[in-house]
């Protein structure tokens, strides 16, 4: 079964909401190919690159290092709800899923010692926005910014501050690619290379979330994979963190490579096994596979930079929480050291 996809056609009839379809798909893990890593905006081939840009920096930052003693940094939270009517846009705000999706927010990075201000929430009626958001995602080249989707770039210009210390939140309808819940377009380290291209990220920044990635989906098919936590695996990239997955040198399935470049996020070959997203229904059933059983450790299913169910994403691991940290302050100019 690894290599099937099955596809959920959803008719959203809760709630009065007449022209909500959509076809949503649920990715089975394909160990042979990185689309999954590349439907959340993240590219292997930039991680090398970040990475090296971070080390190359850190230098100048003060060199941190595990705390539990860190300042409580603050950072804004803005919403934007898109819809294509009226109708859609109050059932997307309804049954208390913006403030549902807030408090997630602040809970999963409390750990880390991280306060989200929601400074402000916008709700736009675009029916281009709503229906062509996400095109070209996986198409486009990831090193040309200025070949961004002209729908999301006008989106995020219209209302996006372009400030990289605010987060921008874009709630939307996304139907391209596997159980695409959410994407970012850059790791905060790329493009930092000249002012002129980091504008030019500033101006795309932000997570995209597609709306059924929020609490309270009606469809408990969607549910059982998408309770709210996507969010914060984006807000993880928006950060710079990369999967925990991943990132070895033979591609999926391989032990050999820098992983993540974490030390306590043990080396993942590959996602967590399609199988948790039809089991898991509690924390319980999160059992973590070892899929690099000559390395240390097992594969950090619980992590919420692993791909899994949302009932099983419950954690940062300390050298996330320190590298996250460190990256705000170096890279979105929000004092956390
Ligand atoms: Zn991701």
């Not at 010692?113 to 009626?125: M, S, V």
């Not at 949302?310 to 691991?317: K, L």
């Not at 929480?321 to 929000?334: E, P, Q, T």
């Amino acid at each position: 079964m690894r290599n099937s996809l099955f596809t959920l056609v959803l008719a959203v009839l809760a709630g009065g909401v007449s022209q909500a379809s959509s076809s949503f798909t649920f990715g089975k893990h394909d160990h042979n190919h990185t689309s999954h890593g590349e439907a959340c905006g993240i590219y292997p081939k930039h991680a090398a690159d970040a990475e090296k840009h971070f080390q190359t920096n850190i230098g100048s930052h003060r060199a941190g290092k595990y705390n539990d003693d860190y300042l409580w940094a603050e950072i804004p939270i803005n919403f934007h709800i898109i819809a294509n009517n009226q109708t859609m846009l109050d059932f997307i705000e309804s049954e208390g899923r913006i403030e549902a999706q807030f408090e997630m927010m602040q809970e999963a990075f409390a750990p880390a010692r991280i306060e989200w201000k929601l400074t402000n929430i916008t709700r736009t009626i675009n029916e281009t926005w709503w229906e062509r958001m996400g095109e070209g995602l996986i198409e486009e080249d990831p090193d040309d910014l200025l070949e961004v989707n002209p729908i999301e770039r006008q989106m995020k210009e219209t209302l996006g501050s372009g400030n990289p210390a605010i987060l921008e939140v874009f709630i939307v309808q996304l139907l391209q690619g596997p159980g695409l819940g959410g994407y970012v377009r850059a790791l905060p380290a790329r493009f930092s290379d000249s002012p002129e291209h980091e504008l030019e990220r500033d101006q795309i920044d932000g997570v995209v979330l597609n709306w059924n990635a929020l609490p309270f989906n009606p469809n408990p098919q969607i549910r059982q994979v998408f309770q709210g936590k996507t969010l914060i695996h984006e807000v993880g990239h928006w950060m710079g963190l990369l999967h925990t997955f991943g990132h070895v040198s033979e591609g999926p399935g391989s032990c050999e490579g820098p992983g993540d470049y974490i030390d306590d996020t043990p080396v993942q070959a590959y996602a967590t096994h399609d199988d948790l997203r039809s089991t898991a229904t509690s924390i319980e059933d999160c059992v973590a596979q070892d899929s690099c059983p000559g390395l240390p450790g097992l594969d950090p299913v619980l992590n919420y930079m692993d791909y899994t169910p949302d009932v099983c994403r419950t954690e940062f691991t300390p050298g996330q929480i320190w590298k996250m940290r460190m990256m705000l302050d170096m890279y979105r100019n929000i004092k956390a050291y």
